[in-house]
């Protein structure tokens, strides 16, 4: 097989969905677009050689114009699409690319509602029979006043539409908890769940689905799980705490039953299932769906994939991953730490200049949120800028790797946290009863 892929979408999960695809060797051509500054050159960054058409620089398309991506796919000559944020696919984009004759890796704006909607998602957890939080879902004062009291603080409220991860305020103080229910219009409130978090990917066909390897994410801005949430401030896998038999809980007690319940809804859901878990002293309870790769785990997972990415998305938008039989994984460990700008996660400061220089070969550097400045220099242009990726045998190598590396980028106005995957390294998570 020969592929062409066009890979719409501009952040560290794209360009890193874009190194994968780029190592693949049935993978003849990936185009990222609008894309970075690191997608724009992957050729010379990964010295792919096997790739006659990688990193063409489409800096100008709008994700959000089915049209335009469409247009897109039709002149490139690509044969599949993969959509990479939420937001194109709450809104449809996918489904659009697919009436257009064009495959596409990603679910339908129905079936994207499972990150679209957080109560829709709580509705099919239901009656899927998927473990998740108790909630309620409220849009008067009446009933938010009432939930928050029904269950007690730690207070847990979230915004029912898409926030850039940045919709869930889990606070001891039931006002600042009252004030996040106000400036949204509707919320869910629900129990707060303790335990270790667990972030599964699955790729699904609409029918079947592939885990990839289990991820830990670091919500919280400061060291210490401390400050506010943020999409993410960092990234591991393998979990060397988890119990073996995980992933295969996962699988049967979420992953499966939720394929089930939207192919009975008659919203197949094809694409990436990103399930947020806590393990909690009860069992495992999913926090939150996501319909798309997770950022920044997918910067930490994708090296560790042997599998041909290409390969396996192409089969789940045809809806034939038997074909693929299980994935084949390196014997490492994988880690990613987001170097984010000063501010993040209000509104970052976009001054100053970045410098990367090269980088040892167990380290990569993945551009999140970075642009060309008119003087050629590249800069950050959002939040969360790069994210800085190692492997080793172990976490505590791959964790050397990746902080010797990192102090050597010039970003003087960045910031990262001291801590990603250090308790994991040190044996210090307790290994949960499931
Ligand atoms: P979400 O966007 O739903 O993933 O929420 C973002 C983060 O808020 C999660 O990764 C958790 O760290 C935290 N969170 C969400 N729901 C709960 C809950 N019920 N109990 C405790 N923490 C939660
Ligand atoms: N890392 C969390 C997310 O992608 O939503």
């Known amino acids: 097989m020969q592929l062409t892929v066009l890979v719409v979408g501009a952040g560290g999960r794209e360009h890193a969905l874009a190194a994968a ?4 060797v ?32 489409i800096s100008h398309l709008d994700p ?29 984009v996918a489904d659009q690319v697919r009436e257009a004759g064009i495959l596409c890796f990603g679910p339908s704006a129905q079936a994207a509602q499972l990150e679209g909607s957080k109560n829709f998602a709580k509705q099919v957890m239901a009656s899927a029979g998927v473990p998740t939080a108790a909630s309620r879902f409220c849009e008067e004062l009446e009933d938010i006043e009432s939930a928050l009291d029904e269950f007690g603080a730690p207070y847990v409220v979230k915004d029912d539409a898409l926030a850039a991860g940045k919709g869930v305020v889990v606070t001891m103080d039931r006002d600042v908890a ?31 689905a592939l885990p990839l390897l289990p991820a830990q994410d670091f919500k919280r801005v400061g060291d210490g799980d401390t400050g506010p949430n943020t999409g993410g401030m960092g990234a591991y896998c393998p979990l060397p705490w988890a119990p073996p038999e995980l992933t295969d809980m996962v699988m049967a007690q979420v992953i499966t039953p939720t394929l089930a319940e939207m192919e009975r809804r008659g919203a197949p859901f094809q694409g990436l299932l990103y399930a947020g878990l806590a393990l909690t002293s009860r069992g495992l309870r999913v926090v939150e769906f996501n319909v798309r790769f997770g950022d920044p ?68 550097v993945i551009h999140c949120g970075t642009a060309l400045g008119s003087d050629g220099c590249l800069k950050p242009n959002s939040g969360r800028v790069l994210g800085i990726v190692a492997q080793g045998e172990d976490l505590g190598k791959a964790r050397d790797g990746a902080y010797s590396y990192i102090t050597d980028i010039g970003f003087p106005t960045g910031f990262y946290r001291r801590d990603i995957a250090e308790k994991a390294a040190n044996g210090m998570i307790p290994i949960p009863n499931l």
């Open 21 to 24: 695809l780029a190592r693949d």
């Open 64 to 92: 959000f114009n089915p049209d335009a991506v469409v247009d897109l796919a039709l002149d490139l000559g690509v044969n599949l699409v993969v959509i990479g944020p939420e937001a194109p696919l709450v809104a449809g």
């Open 26 to 57: 049935e993978v003849v051509g990936v185009h990222v677009a609008p894309g970075n500054p690191g997608t724009w050159d992957l050729s010379a960054s990964y010295g792919v050689d096997h790739a006659s058409d990688l990193g063409q620089r």
């Open 297 to 364: 785990e997918t910067e930490a997972i994708l090296p560790l994939l042997d599998t041909g990415l290409g390969r396996l998305l192409f089969a789940a938008a045809m809806g034939s991953l038997e074909g693929i039989g299980s994935l084949t994984w390196k014997d490492d460990y994988s880690l990613v730490i987001v170097y984010a700008a000063q501010g993040y996660p209000g509104t970052p400061s976009l001054d100053g200049s970045i410098t990367i220089p090269p980088s040892p070969e167990s380290v990569q």
């Open 178 to 208: 009252l004030a996040h229910a106000k400036s949204c219009s509707a919320v869910v409130i629900e129990e707060y769940l303790d335990g270790p978090e667990v972030s599964l990917f699955a790729i699904c066909d609409g029918v079947r």
